[in-house]
C-alpha cells in the first residue's frame, strides 16, 4: 500500500467502492482467480520442475501478462486496442513479477491476492493529475515517498524467515 501513498492522498475517496458485478469481478473474483492459477499453481509446478525462483519470477509473470491480451478484440478500433493491449501486457507482466516474488517470499498466496485486488481497486497512478491537484507540493512528495519506501522495504516486510515459506527453506536466494 504504501507505493499508492501518493494515489491515496490524491483521491481519499479510493475506497469508495460500487458493488455491482464487475467491479465485484475486478476486486474480488478476478485476482482470487488469477492468483490462484499463476502463482499457486504454474509457480510451484516450475519450482519443483527444477526452474529457479528468479527464473520464475522473471519469466512466468509473461503468461500472465499474455493471459489479459483477450483485449485486443473489444469493440472499438483495433489499433488503438493494439496499444492498450500492449501496455496492459507490460503492466500486468510488472505486477505478475512482484506478486511472483511476493509468493516465494511469503510462500503465501493470500498476500498475493490482497495486494492483486487492492492494485485493481486503485488502477494506474495518475501522475498527470499531480500539477492540477489543489495540493500538488504534499501529492507529488507522497508519490516519492510512497516509491522510497517501497524500495526500501518490500525486502523488510517480506522477509522469508516471518513467513516460513517452504520455497525458501529448499532454494537459498
Given at each position: ?36 492459477v499463476f502463482r499457486s499453481v504454474i509457480c510451484p509446478i516450475l519450482f519443483f520442475g527444477g526452474f529457479s525462483q528468479r527464473y520464475i519470477i522473471i519469466l512466468s509473470p509473461f503468461l500472465f501478462g499474455f493471459a489479459h491480451a483477450h483485449h ?102
Open positions: 500500500m504504501v507505493l499508492f501513498l501518493g494515489p491515496m492522498v490524491m483521491d481519499t475517496d479510493f475506497l469508495n467502492i460500487s458493488y455491482d458485478l464487475e467491479t465485484l469481478r475486478d476486486i474480488i473474483v478476478g485476482p482470487l482467480v488469477e492468483e490462484l485486443i478484440f473489444q469493440k472499438g478500433n483495433y489499433f488503438i486496442n493494439l496499444i492498450k493491449v500492449l501496455f496492459q501486457v507490460c503492466f500486468t507482466s510488472l505486477f505478475g513479477m512482484y506478486s511472483a516474488f511476493l509468493f516465494f517470499r511469503t510462500g503465501n498466496i493470500l498476500a498475493c491476492f490482497i495486494v492483486h485486488s487492492f492494485c485493481n481497486i486503485m488502477g494506474l497512478p495518475d501522475f498527470g493529475g499531480i500539477s492540477d491537484h489543489e495540493n500538488k507540493k504534499v501529492v507529488g512528495t507522497c508519490f516519492i515517498i510512497g516509491l522510497i519506501g517501497f524500495i526500501f522495504g518490500v525486502l523488510p516486510i517480506t522477509n522469508p524467515n516471518y513467513y516460513g515459506s517452504i520455497y525458501n527453506l529448499l532454494e537459498v536466494w
